[in-house]
């Protein structure tokens, strides 16, 4: 589904980001991308919304080689693509529905399908009853899950998670990597950022493991060392 052909990233003052990262993602898999910071953990994920353009090296998503797209057919790429950052970005006059909803509304959707799909995202993540609750009345964790329902509204066929953790707690960040779980064991192909080690053990998925922009590590169920 999404595969890194000799990709390398060079910021201006020749800040080597990524080097030749070769990397094949499949469909409907879980893949942790763990490295310290400045690693090019985020660099990388911004290069499969092509928010990043590599220096070398192609980024292909489906067989398309995402640099020939043009900027009028982006918006359909990144419509494929749901996002989470660490730092949610909430409305804050808008209650957890409405912030999910917004992003339908946006999208043009129906009324009574924004109504159903909402109901439907808020339950899946498990704040059906905090739907009329603004964000100045909830917890890390629950807005970090209004953020995650925010980014399902439009059915993204890939996940791209960027440290979505950093600002909770052991319990509220193993709740969320539990969400990440449930929503790729429905279909979503998953990417997770994360410094959080110990979490992404207990994951048992693949792990990716980044050092000063190069893979050194590409391995199933949490068998590697950092
Ligand atoms: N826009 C930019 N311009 C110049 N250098 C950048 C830019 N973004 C990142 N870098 C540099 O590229 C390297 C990789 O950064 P990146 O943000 O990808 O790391 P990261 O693994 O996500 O780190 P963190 O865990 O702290 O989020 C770092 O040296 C960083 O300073
Ligand atoms: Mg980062």
Known sequence: ???????????????????????????GEF?????????????????????????????????????????KDLPYLRRKIGVVFQDIKLITSRTAFENVAYAMEVGGSPVEEIEKDVSLILDLVGLAEKRDAFPSELSGGEKQRVAIARALAHRPVLFLADEPTGNLDQPNAMEIFSLLKKINEMGTTVILATHAKTLVDKIKKRVVVIERGQVVSDQEQGKYKL
């Open 31 to 71: 893949i942790s991308l763990v490295g310290r910071s400045g690693a090019g953990k985020s660099t990388l994920l911004r290069m499969i919304t092509r928010e990043e353009s590599p220096s070398e090296g192609g980024v292909y998503i489906e067989d398309i080689d995402i640099s020939r797209i043009s900027s």
């Open 1 to 27: 589904m999404i595969k890194f052909d000799g990709v390398s990233k060079i910021y201006p003052k020749n800040i080597i980001a990524l080097e030749n990262v070769n990397l094949d993602i499949k469909q």
